[in-house]
Nanobody, 124 residues
Framework: QVQLVESGGGLVQPGGSLGLSCAAS????????MGWYRQAPGKQRELVAR??????????DYADSVQGRFSISRDLAKREVNLQMSNLNPEDTAIYYC???????????????WGQGTQVTVSS
């Protein structure tokens, strides 16, 4: 049974920085993509940042609203994805969800998994 376990998050002042981490536990054969999404109150869940793994290179996508302020990184050996957030503003307040697209067993297709979510609040 694959689970995505998130850590980090919390309360930070505007202009501050915060880091999130997410690791996959359980059986994982291969991972094709890792990313972070967020959902603010009354809004739909949206992509924040994502890494897709190609044959020879990684492809990274960022939401326009976080470009230049957030940085996503990964450690495939640890099955971990991280999100470093800087210059945070109140509009970044949301629940942040880890997401991975992976194969959980030798006879399985790719499946999508989600973390439980971690709250990020930007407020003075």
């Amino acid at each position: 049974q694959v689970q995505l376990v998130e850590s980090g998050g919390g309360l930070v002042q505007p202009g501050g920085s915060l880091g999130l981490s997410c690791a996959a536990s359980g059986s994982v054969v291969t991972i094709s993509a890792m990313g972070w999404y967020r959902q603010a109150p009354g809004k739909q869940r949206e992509l924040v940042a994502r890494i897709r793994f190609g044959d020879r290179t990684d492809y990274t996508d960022y939401a326009d609203s976080v470009q230049g302020r957030f940085s996503i990184s990964r450690d495939l050996a640890k099955r971990e994805v991280n999100l470093q957030m800087s210059n945070l503003n109140p509009e970044d307040t949301a629940i942040y969800y880890c997401n991975m697209n992976l194969v959980p067993s030798a006879f399985s297709d790719y499946r999508e998994y989600w973390g439980q979510g971690t709250q990020v609040t930007v407020s003075s």
